[in-house]
């Protein structure tokens, strides 16, 4: 009977293991699975941040350049060198001003006396329509040019038109202004569009003053409002508050017919508005049982008559993370294992155990950070130690990103990535030519404790990661609390933050920095 009860014992024993072990792991994937459901819609959130400062970056540097055209004209009538009169010089000065600009209609200049330039470029050259005021009404002069020189009369016409009564004739009161106007129809091409304008005073009579417009036409808006992230359902979109209009952008070729943009833009615009306009706030709303998330933002940061959006499906957004985020790794296996093996001491001698915390996956912060792209707690390098221009080693390379970790300790704390491209494109290490990844992260340590100090390493963890098979190493830096100092040689230079560069500050910046933020 003693090895019966003996054999009973040892069974019992592996039962209670068996089951101690399959509740440990059912604990640890439940807890994976709570950790996915509450952290997505934040790593959703994060994405879609991302999607809309890299998808609207080409429309803002678009409008920030608009801007930067009036205000050169602006700048050009206050010191005298515009003469409205003068055709064949405004034609020297404003040809180039717009030539090859696809989205821009035309460009129009008027003072208080109602006296117009107007200028258009052509398929087969440019067109100017000169409105002359007078006593028996407004005359309007056409001319085609080749040149800004070679100008042939066209015709001329009595005509109702006034420039004064226009949407863009607009006297701005602050000296630095853009004035915006609302959507409205063009009066030569007869297109829908809006108008950036400018004005300012003549300097030779100041009861008389100038406006000078840029007119921007909708199908231009529209053809960069187009993601660009393939076969997605999601879409780009211009809506005036004030004027209940929504624009959407053009899709990016999705299939999925059954998708009515309108009724989805009009179910977020509602529920933005119902939250009181907030900026680039995640806004989540359903949509054909699908959860779909979006954010806005105004397309000019000033006087803006219009907010540009982004909305795509959430399950697009988790798409290339889901398997990720739900997959129990190799140090959960292991750590479920040898948990199971000791539960049953647990349960014998306390009765419970606890889990083990879960940590957020390196692969995931990776592509949370790309998606966040490079700002003040944020920097891509697209090598370790190689010059792309030249092919070579340089030194200059490995002291460019060892300024951002310093600029780091130094600051909030932030992420470099090692083989990512300014443009969040991961272009991978191989261009360093490092024998393996081992190699790699010595090379990258040893600079750090020659360039940096040994002593700073606990505030720094290097991470070599693998996606899109290319290699990309991940140094997260924490603020370190004290002064860090990059050492070249036998100069020392210190290093903040400010925006997405590191700022180098003299001794006496630096005294003062440390004061304040010591």
Known sequence: MQP??????????????????????????????YQYFRVKSDVASTLLQGINEKELGE????????????????????NGVIDSEDIVSLNKKLFPLIEHQELVSGVLLADNSGREYFL?????????????????????????????????????????????????????????????????????????????????????????????????SLKGIQKLMRLKRKNTTGIMFLVNPSGNSILPGLTAGSSDTAIDYTEVLSTLVEQWKVSEHPVQETITFSYQNRQ???????????????????????????????????????????VATAGGMLLLFFIWKNGGFRPRRHVVDPLIRLHQLINQGEGAKVEFKSTVRTNLKSGKKGKEIELAWLKAVVAFLNADGGALLLGVEDSGRIGGLEVDAFENGDRCLLHIKNLINQHIGAEFS????????????????????????????????????????????????????????????G
């Not at 009404?137 to 009564?165: C, F, H, I, M």
């Open 4 to 33: 019966e009860n003996q054999s009973k014992k040892k069974y019992s024993l592996l039962w209670s293991l068996t089951l101690s072990l399959a509740g440990f792991l059912f604990i640890l994937f439940s807890l994976n699975l």
């Open 59 to 78: 429309l803002r540097s678009f409008f920030n350049n608009i801007g930067d055209k009036l205000n050169i004209v602006r700048d050009w009538g206050k």
């Open 120 to 216: 258009r470029q052509k398929e087969d050259g440019w067109l100017t329509r000169i409105t002359l005021p007078g006593p028996d009404g407004n005359r309007a002069v056409y001319k085609s040019w080749q040149d800004p020189e070679q100008g042939r009369d066209l015709r001329q016409a009595q005509t109702d038109y006034d420039p004064r009564k226009r949407p863009w004739f607009h006297r701005s009161q602050q000296t630095n202004e853009v004035y915006w106007t609302s959507l409205y129809t063009f009066f030569e091409s007869r297109e829908k569009g809006v108008t950036a304008s400018v004005s300012w005073d003549s300097p030779e009579n100041k009861n008389n003053f100038f406006v000078f417009g840029i007119d921007i």
């Open 292 to 334: 779909w998330l979006g954010s806005l933002q105004p397309l000019v940061q000033n006087n803006s008559v219009f907010w540009i959006g982004v909305t795509v499906p959430e399950r697009e957004l988790l798409a290339e993370l889901n398997q990720t985020l739900l997959r129990l790794d190799l140090t959960d296996v292991l």
């Open 458 to 517: 606990g505030f720094i963890n290097i991470t070599l990661l693998t996606s899109e098979d290319k290699e990309v190493v991940m140094v997260e830096v924490n603020r370190a609390g004290q002064p860090v100092f990059l050492k070249i040689g036998k100069n020392e230079e210190f290093y903040i933050r400010s925006g997405p560069s590191s700022v180098k500050l003299s001794p006496s910046q630096m005294i003062s920095y440390v004061l304040q933020n």
